[in-house]
T-cell receptor, first 115, second 116 residues
Framework: EPEVTQTPSHQVTQMGQEVILRCVPI?????FYWYRQILGQKVEFLVS????????KSEIFDDQFSVERPDGSNFTLKIRSTKLEDSAMYFC?????????????FGEGSRLTVL | AQKVTQAQTEISVVEKEDVTLDCVYE???????LFWYKQPPSGELVFLIR??????QNEISGRYSWNFQKSTSSFNFTITASQVVDSAVYFC?????????????FGTGTRLQVTL
């Protein structure tokens, strides 16, 4: 069964360093998302991406964050200068384009630890 | 703005007991979608069900059942004859029908612990 894959599964970084989290969405999906879950808290929307541009972003997604779909298969989330509060599980998700709404298919997450 | 409330932070039951997880939502839209996701200890988010606002029919899938009541803005989830493998955090989520990209708003989750 096709699935969303994310790498790395866990990354430890120093505060101020740049981090890139990678995702390979399901191949025929058209909508892509990043969500974040701080340990023990709820899952929060960061950004949605469609047709090679951001379609919506949350207040969390400030200038330190960026997303890219560089090659038609990968979907990346970059954090330019990590802060301690960026420590969280980051989930990538994708969705087919047939309807505006429908279930999102989530990856297994990338745990980011900022020291 | 949309909001999802899961008032139960943690529930513990003994195997074979039935358990209901509550979800109350707020939205101004007349078209919206409700979801339940399961997050086992391994951390991934597993889709369980989607329900749209026009379909109030309750649904049963094996030991799982869902009760959607628009009048009380609730979308509760019942596990019958719970098993240890049901231990997980369960998230209720809402997506409004307008807009292009179905952003999900999650509740804070209910941690279910099923013991022998």
């Amino acid at each position: 069964e096709p699935e969303v894959t994310q790498t790395p599964s866990h990354q430890v970084t120093q505060m101020g360093q740049e981090v890139i989290l990678r995702c390979v969405p399901i191949s025929n999906h058209l909508y892509f998302y990043w969500y974040r879950q701080i340990l023990g808290q709820k899952v929060e929307f960061l950004v949605s991406f469609y047709n090679n541009e951001i379609s919506e972003k949350s207040e969390i997604f400030d200038d330190q964050f960026s997303v890219e779909r560089p090659d038609g298969s990968n979907f990346t989330l970059k954090i330019r200068s990590t802060k301690l509060e960026d420590s969280a599980m980051y989930f990538c998700a994708s969705k087919p384009g047939q309807r505006l709404t429908g279930e999102l298919f989530f990856g297994e997450g990338s745990r980011l630890t900022v020291l | 703005a949309q909001k999802v409330t899961q008032a139960q932070t943690e529930i513990s039951v003994v195997e074979k007991e039935d358990v209901t997880l509550d979800c109350v939502y707020e939205t101004r839209d007349t078209t919206y979608y409700l979801f339940w996701y399961k997050q086992p200890p391994s951390g991934e988010l597993v889709f369980l069900i989607r329900r749209n606002s026009f379909d109030e029919q309750n649904e049963i899938s094996g030991r799982y059942s869902w009760n959607f009541q628009k009048s009380t803005s609730s979308f509760n989830f019942t596990i019958t004859a719970s098993q240890v493998v049901d231990s997980a955090v369960y998230f209720c989520a809402l997506s409004e029908g307008t807009g292009t990209a179905s952003k999900l708003t999650f509740g804070t989750g209910t941690r279910l612990q099923v013991t022998l």
